[in-house]
């Protein structure tokens, strides 16, 4: 006999295992989750794990607050230590017209209640004392940012899904979807159909793929960024900053001691992950103009992950109009991981009740045909 279900969410990183989590948690049975690997082995899992407020929408410093409150709260929710460390946040401006977007982008966090404030250089030296600052004219700084430990986050949610009912299928893959007329029926795997009359692309990367075998377009595409740790450094003692050079696009942050950095990231759309070990010292040269202490470090690891960048660098959320029963979940460009949690409680909430506690109707698929775009200059390029 087909195999059925209430809800099948394609794809187990912290987007689909958060959306199963608060679906099971809200009420809905019958939901089923398909990994065409393992859990948290796409993006979610290769990614820096930055959580920050800095953003310039309002839509998305009131998902980034919400999701603040989230991570605080694993231990007891989630029983896992989310490795929440809240070292902050610190954005480099280069020029004026950079200066001025940092200023515009505070005053509207403030209004938020986020801490954040404007560095003058004197104050950027104090607070990191080996940070080269040559042509820098200020900087956006929170201490209440950090990062967190993607694997621990999404294995949390997906071990409380399980315990509420939700039935996980690693190495499945999709291979096609299911629909009659303009509805959906369901997914089709290599190991046979699931017949659902709800169906969510959670695919992260591949989320545009998906669309295809739906027979709609899902605008994400997917671009390769590398990763490189060094062996622990003496000046990281007293973990840094995460610190972004928002003018360079690239960005570092501490480390089990040491630092991690970023790499190249491609200008061609591409699912290539393997990192280039000849560029290495090429990303190091590009390290050394901000960080000269990274001149005597040794590169420990290197990896690359994949970016899902939208048309406008913001996710994609909600129903596809001409599918009914098929959603979207993804194209976060970037901040996945930290809005992944309130991704899933939000979406739970629209599917099962057609509302939201936070409105994410901006954010909805219609808007690339609309021509209502949402864009998001502090974002798809930066942690």
Not at 14 to 41: F, N, P, R, T, W
Not at 158 to 165: E, H, S, V
Request: aromatic share 8%.
């Amino acid at each position: 006999m087909a195999e059925t279900a209430d809800i099948v969410i394609i794809g187990a990183g912290i987007v689909g295992c958060s959306l199963a989590y608060h679906l099971a948690l809200q009420g809905a049975s019958g939901v089923v989750m398909l990994e065409k690997d393992l859990i948290c082995s796409g993006s979610t899992g290769r990614s820096a794990g930055g959580i920050r407020q800095q953003f310039a929408t309002e839509l998305n410093i009131r998902l980034s607050l919400e999701a603040l409150r989230m991570f605080r709260r694993m231990p007891e929710e989630l029983e896992v230590d989310p490795s929440f460390r809240q070292v902050g946040y610190l954005f480099l401006a280069s020029t004026p017209a950079e200066m001025a977007l940092f200023r515009t982008n505070v005053e509207l966090q403030q209004r938020f209640g986020v801490p954040v404030q404007l560095l003058a250089t004197e104050e950027i030296h104090t607070l990191v004392p080996y940070l080269c600052l040559d042509e820098i004219l200020g900087a956006a700084y929170c201490p209440t940012d950090g990062y967190a430990a993607p694997y621990e986050v999404t294995m949390g949610y997906a071990a409380m899904a399980r315990r509420l009912g939700v039935m996980i299928h690693e190495q499945r893959s999709v291979t096609g979807i299911l629909r009659q007329g303009a509805r959906v029926r369901g997914v089709e795997t290599a190991s046979g159909p699931i017949h659902a009359p709800v169906v969510v692309n959670a695919a992260g990367a591949y989320a545009g793929l998906v669309g295809d075998l739906a027979g709609v377009q899902v605008p994400v595409r997917p671009y390769r960024r590398q990763l490189f740790t060094t062996g622990p450094l003496p000046e990281f003692a007293a973990e840094p900053p995460l610190t972004i050079d928002y003018h360079r696009n690239w960005y570092f942050r501490g480390e089990l001691g040491g630092c991690l950095l970023s790499g190249p990231k491609d200008e061609e759309s591409t699912f290539n992950t393997n990192v280039d070990w000849d560029h290495v010292a090429l990303s190091v040269e590009q390290a050394l103009v901000r960080l000269p202490i990274l001149a005597e470090a040794e590169i420990h690891r290197g990896w690359a992950g994949l970016y899902e960048i939208s048309p406008d660098s913001n996710a994609i959320l909600g129903p596809v109009p001409e599918l009914e029963g098929f959603y979207v979940a993804g194209g976060h460009s970037g901040h996945g991981f930290q809005h992944g949690p309130i991704t899933g409680k939000l979406m739970a909430e629209l599917m099962l009740t057609g509302t939201s506690s936070i409105d994410i109707s901006a954010l909805s698929i219609e808007r690339f045909r609309t021509g209502k775009v949402v864009l998001e200059p502090m974002t798809a390029h930066q942690a």
